[in-house]
C-alpha cells in the first residue's frame, strides 16, 4: 500500500546533539512537507519542497535543516541550533498543485533531555 | 496574519449524540481540509472541500464560502469517534507553502 512512512517512532536525544528524522513515501508526490505540533498549537511548517533538490524554509525553519536527494525521500535535521527541539514531528505529502489532498506520515515524537 | 479558528476546543459527548465542530478562516481559500489526528498522533485526511457539502459515512463536512465557515458534523456518534479534529485551509492565491492549521477539537464520545 502507498503511504508515507516516519521513522522512528520515538526518539530521545541529550540536549547539544543533531539529530536526523526520517520521511520517506511511495505515493510518487511531488511536494512534501514537516511540521512540528506543540500541546495546544496548530501544526506549524519547519520546511518544504515541491521538487527533488529544492527546499524552501517555512514559518519556522531556525534550528532546523532538511534535503531533498531524493523524490521520495525528505529527512528532517533538528540541530543543536533549535532552542526547544522536544515536539512531535509530522511529515506529509501531496501531488503539487492546490486540487490535490495532502498524506500524513504517523509523526516522530522527539525528546531531548 | 491569516488565521485558522476552531471550536469548540473540547468536547465531550455521549454515545449516540449528533457532534458538530466549528472552523472559520479570516480571508479566501482554495480549499478546506478536515483531519483527524488519533491518540498516537497520526492524522488521517477526512476530507477536502471547496464549496457545499460532502459526506462520507456517518461523518459530513460542509462549508459556505460567503460566510468563511465550515463544519464537521458526525452522526450517531460511537466511543471509537474518540479523537482530534483538526481543519486546515489553502488560502487563495497562496504559494506552495502547503496548508494552515487550526488548533483542533479534542472529542471525546462516552458509551
Known amino acids: 500500500d502507498g503511504g508515507i512512512t516516519q521513522s522512528p517512532k520515538y526518539l530521545f536525544r541529550k540536549e547539544g546533539q543533531n539529530v536526523t528524522l526520517s520521511c520517506e513515501q511511495n505515493l510518487n508526490h511531488d511536494a512534501m512537507y514537516w511540521y512540528r505540533q506543540d500541546p495546544g498549537q496548530g501544526l506549524r511548517l519547519i520546511y518544504y519542497s515541491q521538487i527533488v533538490n529544492d527546499f524552501q524554509k517555512g514559518d519556522i525553519a531556525e534550528g532546523y535543516s532538511v534535503s531533498r536527494e531524493k523524490k521520495e525521500s525528505f529527512p528532517l535535521t533538528v540541530t543543536s541550533a533549535q532552542k526547544n527541539p522536544t515536539a512531535f514531528y509530522l511529515c506529509?505529502?501531496?501531488?503539487?498543485?492546490?486540487?490535490?489532498?495532502?498524506?500524513f506520515g504517523s509523526g516522530t515524537r522527539l525528546t531531548v533531555v | 496574519k491569516n488565521e485558522v479558528e476552531q471550536s469548540p476546543q473540547n468536547l465531550t459527548a455521549q454515545e449516540g449524540e449528533f457532534i458538530t465542530i466549528n472552523c472559520s478562516y479570516s480571508?479566501?481559500?482554495?480549499?478546506l481540509h478536515w483531519l483527524q489526528q488519533h491518540p498516537g498522533g497520526g492524522i488521517v485526511s477526512l476530507f477536502m472541500l471547496s464549496s457545499g457539502k460532502k459526506k462520507h459515512g456517518r461523518l459530513i463536512a460542509t462549508i459556505n464560502i460567503q460566510e468563511k465557515h465550515s463544519s464537521l458534523h458526525i452522526t450517531a456518534s460511537h466511543p471509537r469517534d474518540s479523537a482530534v479534529y483538526i481543519c486546515?485551509?489553502?488560502?487563495?492565491?497562496?504559494?506552495?507553502?502547503?496548508?494552515?492549521f487550526g488548533k483542533g477539537t479534542h472529542l471525546i464520545i462516552q458509551p
Open positions: 506529509a505529502s501531496s501531488i503539487s498543485g492546490e486540487s490535490y489532498g495532502y498524506t
Open positions: 480571508v479566501g481559500i482554495s480549499a
Open positions: 486546515a485551509v489553502r488560502w487563495e492565491g497562496g504559494g506552495a507553502d502547503g496548508l494552515t
